[in-house]
């Protein structure tokens, strides 16, 4: 089952002012303050409210007693979790008021009902494309296509298949489809768990979704339901505007230092830089620089399929004095492409932002006018092997899964400005990042990178992490493996605490990594299974069958053992590697790793698995207990003969001079 289990308030206005993130996140708050002091009064509520990121920067903790104390003068008197999401909301609203009616990127998320309207064209779009792609689906197509003009989007979305099989359109492979719940009737734990690996699927392959809850999709929230899947197919469109993927790509550029720039680049920033190339050499003068306004006219489009497609190319395009009529000829054009219209003329002149990109994706997919003239000096220049990319990837869609304000497309050349990296510890660890001695982007000077990473591995040195003969200007030099070797420690911490700070672990002690190997050897071994690991780098792992038989120790229906393999032939491996990230997924578990990560027994892979099973099962016990106690031993055999990680931090230390 999952560990996602809906917050309900007896208040239907109230539930709809909140996602189920977010009623988690403040029933959670309310908890701890009741747990604190046996029980919740507005006297407790000003420190707890000033902590919050949302009116941290707007209200002193006096100012929030002022307000509490406004509409009842007994602050002494307890209040249910009710009474406390009413006044979050009316300090909410003095917040919008004081800020001149701008709401913050957090407040704007928790205002879920009254401010977000449906884009009907957007909707239609999306609808087109699910029919598009799923239309052979075995179990999708009794169901398709949809009908743009109901709700029949929504109500298919409810079971949480649609949104699976989507994923697996966007980056195939990412689910294991035998793992999906695909009865015609689910009960609520079936459906509950679709949605739970759709949610950590959908954040593995670079979807932010801060606050989304299973509790949402299983409501078919309109708008958070529309904002994950045009967050999918942007990334299906978005897919191959990258050097790696398409390598002619480079012609965009002079000279390598561009190049490096190149990398940096968000997917839409290049597909810009690509279609202002082919307009300036189709002689058009104006630059593109957003797919919203500078297209409204549809001038820019006109002289784009003229240069892309010159067997189509006509002059009444750009002719027609009509904004409409322009851009009814400019898809009538595009469709010669075989370009799917997936937008009308009205969302061209009305500058549709989402919808437009979907477009110039869409051309660029058929016809990138790019030629391979650098595509072979480029080649050389790509020198990551197949295990730095598959870091690279892992760190890059943790990083952009915490929610912090800068987005991450490229790790190694992302973080050496030091900014993001400040962000995501402060994400892990509020309160360590000296602000006021940040450089904010876009930061020019070099030496003020450098002051940003030096912040970065100072904290990290409190932190006690391994940074031997390490200065900040490693990371602004982009040092791959220092990189890497720092962002490791940073994600194996924040789980190492995420573990101890369970109330129902070991009274606060520190968790190791032989505590984790420990714990899930002894799992297994209480389960009646004889598998057993003895390091995080024990070859046996690649067979998949010990992490399989951990995922149904801790929960025995989880696992279908009619699908899984012996796991003795590299096909028979990755069956069952991939089998294991979905059942984890599904089960609760976010995690980041590929199927070869198991397949290859990456260590530091491993690790975070093994870690991320172990916190989900600690989760479901420490709900279920009343007095905090709980059965698993986790230090079963003392620190005397820890193994695993801990006793070989020689493979992920961070030293400059190796």
Not at 55 to 71: C, P, Q, R, V, W
Not at 261 to 290: C, D, I, R
Request: aromatic share 8%.
């Amino acid at each position: 089952m999952s560990s996602y289990q809906g917050v309900i308030v007896s208040d239907p206005w109230l539930q709809s002012q909140f996602t189920q993130v977010e009623l988690r996140t403040l029933k959670s708050k309310f908890i701890s303050v009741r747990t604190q002091h046996g029980r919740v009064t507005r006297d407790d509520l000003p420190p707890v409210f000033a902590g919050m990121k949302a009116f941290s920067e707007m209200f002193s903790e006096d100012e929030i007693k002022t307000f509490l104390g406004e509409s009842n003068s007994d602050m002494g008197e307890e209040i249910d979790f009710e009474a406390f999401l009413r006044l979050y909301l009316d300090l909410q609203g003095r917040a919008v008021e004081k800020s001149g009616g701008l709401r913050s990127s957090f407040l704007k998320a928790t205002t879920t009902t009254f401010h977000h309207a449906i884009n009907e064209s957007e909707k239609a779009s999306y609808v087109a494309h699910i029919n598009n792609y799923l239309a052979e689906d075995k179990f999708l197509k009794d169901f398709l296509p949809i009908d743009p003009a109901t709700d029949a989007l929504f109500d298919l979305a409810k079971d949480g298949v649609l949104l699976c099989k989507l994923i697996n359109v966007a980056v195939p492979g990412t689910i294991d489809e035998r793992a999906i719940n695909t009865k015609k009737v689910l009960n609520p734990w079936e459906r509950n768990e679709n949605h739970t690996l759709c949610l950590n699927s959908a954040k593995a392959i670079g979807c932010t979704v801060v606050n989304i809850g299973t509790q949402d999709l299983v409501e078919a929230r309109p708008h958070l339901v529309l904002g994950l899947i045009s967050q999918i197919i942007k990334i299906q469109l978005l897919a191959d505007l990258n050097l790696k993927k398409t390598p002619q790509l480079v012609e965009l550029v002079d000279d390598s230092q561009e190049v490096e720039e190149l990398l940096s680049l968000a997917p839409e920033k290049v597909l810009l830089k690509w279609m202002n190339f082919h307009l300036k050499k189709a002689g058009y003068q104006k630059q593109v620089t957003n797919f919203s306004t500078d297209l409204k006219d549809g001038e820019a489009y006109a002289h784009l399929l003229n240069a892309l497609a010159p067997e189509h190319s006509t002059h009444s395009t750009l002719d027609a004095k009509d904004p409409t009529e322009r851009a009814n000829k400019v898809l009538e054009m595009a469709e010669k492409l075989d370009c799917k219209r997936y937008l009308t003329p009205k969302d061209i002149v009305e500058g549709s932002p989402n919808l437009n990109l979907a477009f110039v994706a869409q051309i660029f997919h058929h016809r990138n006018g790019l030629t391979d003239s650098k595509t072979t000096t480029f080649a050389e220049m790509m020198t990551d092997d197949a295990e730095t990319s598959r870091e690279e990837r892992c760190f890059r869609f943790w990083m952009n899964s915490l929610g912090a304000t800068t987005y991450v497309n490229n790790v190694f050349e992302d973080v050496r400005n030091g900014y993001v990296m400040l962000e995501i510890v402060d994400k892990i660890f509020p309160g360590t990042v000296n602000w006021k001695q940040a450089n904010k982007p876009p930061i020019k000077m070099p030496f003020k990178q450098v002051e940003n990473c030096n912040q970065v591995i100072q904290i990290g040195r409190n932190l006690n992490f391994s940074l031997v003969n390490v200065a900040g200007n490693d990371i602004v030099a982009g040092n791959k493996k220092l990189i890497i070797a720092f962002l490791w420690q940073l994600m194996r911490f924040s789980i190492l605490q995420l573990l101890k700070n369970l109330r129902t672990h070991s009274q606060g002690k520190e968790i190791t990594d032989a505590d984790i190997l420990n714990w899930a050897n002894n799992k297994v071994k209480k389960a009646g299974r004889t598998s057993q690991m003895e390091s995080f780098k024990d070859k046996s792992l690649s067979s998949g069958i010990f992490f399989l038989e951990l995922l149904s120790a801790v929960e025995p229906r989880v696992v279908n053992w009619g699908l899984v393999t012996k796991g003795e032939t590299d096909e028979d491996k990755k069956l069952n590697a991939t089998y294991i990230i979905s059942v984890a997924r599904k089960l609760g578990c976010s995690i980041f790793l590929l199927p070869e990560d198991v397949i290859e027994v990456n260590q530091k892979m491993m690790l975070t698995l093994t870690a991320s099973i172990m916190y989900w099962s600690l989760q479901q016990q420490e709900a279920a207990s009343d007095n905090g106690e709980i059965s698993d031993e986790i230090f079963v055999e003392g620190r005397e003969n820890e193994t695993g990680l801990s006793g070989e931090t020689s493979d992920v230390a961070v030293d400059s001079e190796s």
